[in-house]
C-alpha cells in the first residue's frame, strides 16, 4: 500500500487497530491528545469502543476489566498521567492481563512540562508500581518503527499475558513521517482459556484476581510471573547496533536521542572518530547482551538521553565495567543538537575528560 | 489580493511551515505579521521561530506571555490581535490551527475582519493526508471550517509533500485534487507549493513539463530540525 504522511500519535493508533485494538480508554493530556482523539472516530468504524475516563485511573481500572474478558484493550497518555495509571499497571501485571499502554512522555517531575522528554525510564523499566514486576518496554525511534511494534503489541502481550508498554516521547508522538501501515496484518491471537466469560454453566469459573494472603501462594506467584519474565529475556530482547566491533567510541541512545546521535556520529566521523551505535529497541528487557560486541579497545561508551541519566544505569550494568561510561543529557524538554553529542564523542575518542 | 491573509487547513498539511515562508517574503518588500493562532498543537508552531521571524522582519504575535512562554499550550490569543484586525493596513497572515476545531478561534474576530475590504482565507492541502486524500473529503473540511470561523475559504493551496521524501508526482498528484475541489466549490488554486530543495525552480527541464510554472511556490522547512 501507499506510504501516508501521518503525526505520530495517530499512527500509532491507526496500527493499534490494525494490529486488532478494540477497546480504548484514556484521559486528555498534552502531547498525546491526538491519539485518543483518532481513536474517538476510529474504534466506532471497526466496532469498537472508545471511552473517555473520569480519570487516567479510570482508564487503567477499565484497560483491566476489558482485558480481563479476553478484549483488546489500549490506554494512552503521558508522563504525569502515566504516573496515575501506576497502581493499576501493577494489578494489571499480578493478573496477568495483556494490554497496550502508550506514554507519549513529556519533562518532568510533577507536572512539568509539555516538551519531550525521555525522563520516565525508570518509570517504564524499574515500575513505578509495587510488586516484582516487569513490563514489555519497547522506545521506537521512528514512526514506521512505532507502526511495526505497535502492530504485533498485543500478539506477543497476549503471548506472555504481560503488558507491552510502548515509550514514545512528545516528538514522536508530534511529529509528522511518511508511514506504510499494512492492510493484511494477521493477528496471531494467542488461545484465552482464563478469561471471564461466563462459563454457560459447563466449567469451573476464573476468577481475576490480585490478593494472595497465604504468603506461600504468593511467592509460587512470584516464581511463576518470574519465569514468564525469563523468557521475555531470552526472546523479545531488540536493540540495533552499528559499528560496534571497530569503533573508537560507542554511543548509547535510544528513541529520538538515537535519532540525533545518529547525525553526531556523522559529524564525528568527519573529525577522524569512529564511533559504533547501540541502540536499544526493547528498554526491557535491556539488550546487556549486545555489549559483548564492542570493540575491547573502544576508549569509553557514551549515554545520551534527553535525562539527567537514566539508561545510564543499564549502560553501566551492561558494560560490567569494561570501558570507561559518559553521559550526556539535556532535560526538562531540552533537545540535544547534533553538535553538542558529537563534541561529547570527540572528547572521549582524543582521552579527554568529558 | 487582500493584505489579510488567513491560512487554514487539516492538521499536518505544512499551514504552519507555508505561513512562516509567505510571510517571509512578503516580508521583504512590505511590512508584515504573523499572527501565530494555533491554540490546538503543542508543537511545531510558529512562534518557536521568534528568532529568525525577527531577523526577517516579521512582526510575530502569539499568545501574551511572552517569548520565555512560547512553549505553553494555554487556549488564550493576545487582545492586540483586534486592534490588528480593525485598524491594520499593513500585510496580516494568520496562521491557524488544524482542523475545524483550530479555525473555531476566527470566530470571534469574524464580525472584524468582514468590515474590512476583503480578506483571503486559503486552505491548505495535503493529499498525503489520510483525512484530504479524496476531493470529497477536502470539500466536508472546507465546510466544517467554514462552519466554525464563521467566514469563506476563497483559495486552495496545494501542498502535497511527503516531507524530504518528496517527489514531482506527489506535487501533481495533489494539484489535481485540489483542481476538482476547486472545480467543485468555484475556489480557484492560488498556490503549488514545493520544497526549495526538490529544485524545481532552477530544474528548467522539469518544470517545462509541468503546466503550473506560473503558481509555483517555493518554500524551506523551517520548523523541522536537519536530524528529523
Known amino acids: 500500500m501507499a506510504k501516508l504522511l501521518m503525526k505520530g500519535n495517530e499512527a500509532i493508533a491507526e496500527a493499534a487497530i490494525r494490529g486488532g485494538c478494540r477497546y480504548f480508554f484514556g484521559y486528555p493530556i498534552t502531547p498525546q491528545n491526538e491519539l485518543p482523539e483518532y481513536m474517538s472516530v476510529r474504534l466506532g468504524e471497526v466496532g469498537g469502543v472508545f471511552l473517555q475516563a473520569e480519570s487516567e485511573i479510570g482508564a487503567i481500572n477499565m484497560v483491566y476489566g476489558a482485558a480481563a474478558s479476553g478484549a483488546r484493550a489500549m490506554t494512552s497518555s503521558s508522563s504525569p498521567g502515566i504516573a496515575l495509571k501506576q497502581e493499576g499497571i501493577s494489578y494489571i501485571c499480578a493478573a496477568q492481563l495483556p494490554c497496550v499502554i502508550v506514554n507519549i512522555s513529556r519533562g518532568g517531575p510533577g507536572l512539568g512540562g509539555i516538551q519531550p522528554a525521555q525522563s520516565d525510564y525508570f518509570q517504564a523499566t524499574r515500575g513505578g508500581g509495587n510488586g516484582d514486576y516487569r513490563l514489555i518496554v519497547y522506545a521506537p525511534a521512528n514512526l514506521q518503527e512505532a507502526v511495526d511494534i505497535t502492530l504485533e503489541a498485543f500478539d506477543i502481550s497476549e503471548k506472555y499475558r504481560v503488558p507491552v508498554f510502548i515509550a514514545g516521547d512528545g516528538m514522536i508522538g508530534q511529529m509528522m513521517e511518511p508511514v506504510e501501515i499494512p492492510e493484511g496484518f494477521v493477528s496471531q491471537s494467542a488461545e484465552k482459556d482464563w478469561t471471564t466469560t461466563g462459563t454457560k454453566g459447563q466449567r469451573a469459573p476464573n476468577i481475576i484476581n490480585t490478593l494472595y494472603l497465604d504468603p506461600l501462594k504468593l511467592e509460587e506467584h512470584n516464581i511463576k510471573l518470574d519465569n514468564v519474565y525469563k523468557l521475555i529475556e531470552a526472546n523479545e530482547t531488540r536493540y540495533e547496533a552499528d559499528s560496534l566491533e571497530d569503533c573508537d567510541v560507542v554511543c548509547a541512545a535510544y528513541g529520538m536521542t538515537s535519532r540525533i546521535a545518529r547525525s553526531s556520529i556523522k559529524i564525528a566521523a568527519s573529525s577522524g572518530v569512529k564511533v559504533g551505535m547501540l541502540r536499544p529497541v526493547s528498554l526491557w528487557p535491556f539488550p546487556y547482551g549486545a555489549f559483548d560486541k564492542i570493540n575491547p579497545k573502544a576508549k569509553g561508551i557514551l549515554c545520551a538521553e534527553m535525562s539527567m541519566g537514566q539508561m545510564l544505569d543499564d549502560v553501566k550494568i551492561g558494560s560490567k565495567g569494561r570501558w570507561p561510561i559518559h553521559f550526556y543529557g539535556r532535560s526538562g524538554g531540552m533537545v540535544p543538537t547534533p553538535d553538542e553529542i558529537a563534541e561529547q564523542l570527540i572528547k572521549i575518542a582524543e582521552g579527554k575528560s568529558v | ?228
Not at chain 2, 487582500?2 to 504552519?16: A, D, E, P, V
Open chain 2, 1 to 228: 489580493m487582500s493584505n489579510l491573509k488567513i491560512i487554514t487547513g487539516h492538521f499536518g498539511s505544512g499551514k504552519t511551515e507555508f505561513s512562516l515562508n509567505y510571510a517571509m517574503i512578503l516580508a521583504k518588500t512590505e511590512a508584515t505579521y504573523l499572527v501565530d493562532m494555533d491554540i490546538i498543537n503543542p508543537y511545531f508552531r510558529s512562534r518557536e521561530l521568534y528568532g529568525p521571524l525577527e531577523r526577517a522582519g516579521v512582526k510575530l504575535i502569539a499568545d501574551s506571555f511572552g517569548q520565555a512562554q512560547y512553549s505553553i499550550d494555554l487556549p488564550a490569543l493576545p487582545s492586540s490581535i483586534y486592534g490588528l484586525v480593525s485598524k491594520t493596513k499593513e500585510n496580516i497572515v494568520f496562521d491557524v490551527g488544524g482542523d475545524p476545531s483550530g479555525a473555531r478561534v476566527l470566530g470571534r474576530y469574524a464580525n472584524l475582519i468582514k468590515e474590512r475590504d476583503s480578506y483571503d482565507m486559503y486552505m491548505v492541502v495535503n493529499a498525503n493526508r489520510p483525512l484530504t486524500m479524496e476531493a470529497g473529503q477536502v470539500v466536508r473540511l472546507i465546510g466544517q471550517i467554514e462552519e466554525t470561523s464563521c467566514l469563506k475559504i476563497n483559495g486552495l493551496v496545494n501542498n502535497t509533500h511527503m516531507l524530504r521524501e518528496t517527489t514531482v508526482e506527489d506535487m501533481l498528484k495533489g494539484r489535481e485534487l485540489c483542481v476538482e475541489v476547486g472545480h467543485a466549490l468555484s475556489i480557484p488554486l492560488v498556490f503549488n507549493v514545493c520544497l526549495r530543495s526538490l529544485n524545481l525552480g532552477i530544474n528548467r527541464p522539469i518544470l517545462e513539463k509541468l503546466p503550473i510554472l506560473e503558481d509555483l511556490f517555493e518554500i524551506d522547512l523551517m520548523l523541522r530540525p536537519d536530524w528529523l
